[in-house]
């Protein structure tokens, strides 16, 4: 019996292409990635212009209460923690979760 070449070679054709196409897919993604840690704000280090630029909900007196509690009890340990600044309640907490970092 004699096998066909042809159909080995689209095979291994279709196959290379998913691949490369696989790929473009991953460095899409990581991308997004690294974009969006770039956007995420260190709420430990920002000043007060920065946390009122980056937070959705928090104008420049709630950023200005941030800084001054970091200041007074020290470095957030949790995001959570964030909450016990005057004027920052859990729903402000919850809508900028991803966009904060501690480190």
């Given at each position: 019996m004699?096998?066909?070449?042809?159909?080995?070679?689209?095979l291994i054709a279709f196959l290379s292409c998913f691949s490369a196409l696989s790929s473009v897919t991953?460095?899409?993604a990581d991308a997004k990635v690294v974009a969006s840690?770039?956007?995420l704000v260190n709420i430990n280090t920002?000043?007060?212009?920065?946390?009122?630029?980056?937070?959705?909900?928090v104008g420049m007196s709630k950023a200005k209460?941030?800084?001054?509690?970091?200041?007074?009890?020290?470095?957030?340990?949790?995001v959570d923690q964030l909450a016990e600044v005057k004027g920052i309640?859990?729903?402000?907490?919850?809508?900028?979760?991803?966009?904060?970092?501690?480190?």
């Open positions: 004699r096998i066909q070449r042809i159909p080995m070679f689209a991953y460095a899409a840690q770039s956007a920002a000043s007060a212009e920065e946390l009122a630029q980056k937070l959705k909900g209460a941030i800084v001054e509690y970091r200041s007074k009890v020290g470095k957030f340990i949790t309640g859990a729903a402000t907490v919850e809508k900028n979760r991803a966009a904060i970092s501690l480190k």
